[in-house]
Each structure stands twice: as structure tokens, then as C-alpha cells.
């Protein structure tokens, strides 16, 4: 879980807004009050301002987290703060999709818009 594991990559047209948007499929982690592995597939949706993501690196950045106790909840906010704190972007949506545990599926969601972008 650490962010200098990011990095990004000038955005090629910085003057329009465009979204994009990454899927990682093989999220893991660990639950931190049973220690058994998590699940989940992250969804990264985001408008560059001037910088863009480069993908190997959030390859590795999620990969960070496959032996970390830590809550569904906090582990989107966590990734979003840190994708946030590296790429700048004008707008970004973290979601979560956790697989069942227990008979229950988990869907968290946390969103971001820097003041610029704001009306």
C-alpha cells in the first residue's frame, strides 16, 4: 500500500475532458479480523487534468495490498487518496466490487472532484 509505487505519464490532450477507465480484476487483500483473503474487482474511472496514469504501476500499487489487513471500506478510500495525491486529476471514481463472504457481496464506492472542476 504504498503510493510511490504510482506513476503517471504526461496526458496527451490535457485540453479536453475525456474519462477513462481502468479495470483491475484480481484485487486481494486480507481481512483484518479473520485474516482470510478478499476479493474484488476495482473499477478506476477518472478525467485527466495533466497527468494520466500509467497502468504497470497500478498494476503494482493494487498488487501492494494482497498482504494487508484492511476493510473493504478503507481500502477504496485508500486507493483513491493515493491515486488523487499522484495524478491530480480533475474528477475520479474508485469502486470496489467484493466478492460473497458469508452470503453477502460488497459494492463500495468513494468519488473525488478537485476544485477547479467545481461550478
Not at 79 to 93: G, K, M, Y
Amino acid at each position: 500500500m504504498n503510493r510511490d509505487l504510482l506513476e503517471t505519464f504526461p496526458n496527451p490532450n490535457p485540453g479536453r475532458a475525456y474519462l477513462i477507465e481502468h479495470t483491475a480484476h484480481e484485487f486481494t487483500s486480507l481481512c483484518p479480523k479473520t485474516g482470510q483473503p478478499d476479493f474484488a474487482t476495482i473499477t478506476l474511472t477518472y478525467v485527466p487534468a495533466e497527468k494520466c496514469i500509467e497502468l504497470k504501476s497500478l498494476k503494482m500499487y493494487l498488487q501492494s495490498f494482497r498482504n494487508e489487513g484492511v476493510f473493504y471500506e478503507a481500502a477504496v478510500n485508500r486507493i483513491l487518496d493515493d491515486f488523487v495525491a499522484v495524478c491530480e486529476p480533475a474528477w475520479a471514481r474508485i469502486e470496489g466490487k467484493f466478492g460473497i463472504r458469508g452470503g453477502i457481496g460488497s459494492v463500495v464506492t468513494a468519488e473525488y472532484e478537485s476544485e477547479e472542476s467545481q461550478p
